[in-house]
């Protein structure tokens, strides 16, 4: 079983360039989800998608937008990087349900902005 | 503010006795707790979940209380083992908004020795 698929794993950019960070699930899960993690802050939510269609800003939305293409799908496009941007980004996915669902995480991409 | 503090330092313990690691958060009242393990380079793996109404569960060498009056959730591994060597992360559901959005800690490292 894939589960949550992330990629690229690994990218460098250099400042004002654009990128699109993908993310694929297998699971038939409704819910998907875009997270940052930084040194001594631990995970913060950018964006959701609760259902196909639909998204919502996180707690650390400003320099992201979000595409849920379809039920599997939700990228990530970063439109001007910023070395602040420099993060681990990781995609989780949850099972339909009103609340308390696990989250099923991808591995992660390690995004660095020179 | 809302505030999840998961103890920072690592925990160090030596094969087969019982680590026990802290999530306290003040300024809520969660309806669900999680507990998710990482490991270096991956993504979180979900471990646990406890409701509000439940002061304990159980899976296998893992044990999990929640006490809402403490605001306190503490998270057991009985018999530890070198594989149990990881980050736990504790995650409070609902903080941000409600449904499957959750907030996380910061995580505590456990080295468990020989």
């Known amino acids: 079983n894939a589960g949550v698929t992330q990629t690229p794993k690994f990218q460098v950019l250099k400042t004002g360039q654009s990128m699109t960070l993908q993310c694929a699930q297998d699971m038939n899960h409704n819910s998907m989800y875009w997270y940052r993690q930084d040194p001594g802050m631990g995970l913060r939510l950018i964006y959701y998608?609760?259902?196909?269609?639909?998204?919502d800003k996180g707690e650390v939305p400003n320099g992201y937008n979000v595409s849920r293409l379809n039920k599997r799908e939700f990228s990530l496009r970063l439109e001007s990087a910023a070395p602040s941007q420099t993060s681990v980004y990781f995609c989780?996915?949850?099972?339909?349900?009103?609340?308390?669902?696990?989250?099923?995480f991808g591995d992660g991409t390690r995004l660095s902005i020179l | 503010s809302q505030k999840i503090e998961q103890n920072s330092e690592a925990l160090n313990i030596q094969e087969g006795k019982t680590a026990t690691l802290t999530c306290n958060y003040t300024n809520y009242s969660p309806a669900y707790l999680q507990w998710y393990r990482q490991d270096p380079g991956r993504g979180p793996v979900f471990l646990l979940l406890i409701r509000e109404n439940e002061k304990e569960k159980r899976k296998e060498r893992l044990k999990v209380t929640f006490d809402t009056t403490l605001k306190q959730s503490l998270f057991h591994i009985t018999a530890s083992q070198p594989a149990d060597s990881a980050t736990y992360l504790c995650?409070?559901?609902?903080?941000?908004?409600?449904?499957?959005?959750?907030?996380f800690g910061t995580g505590t490292q456990l080295k468990v020795e020989l």
């Open positions: 998608s609760a259902s196909e269609g639909t998204t």
């Open positions: 995650a409070l559901d609902g903080v941000t908004g409600g449904g499957n959005k959750l907030t």
């Open positions: 989780a996915s949850s099972p339909p349900g009103s609340w308390g669902q696990p989250q099923h």
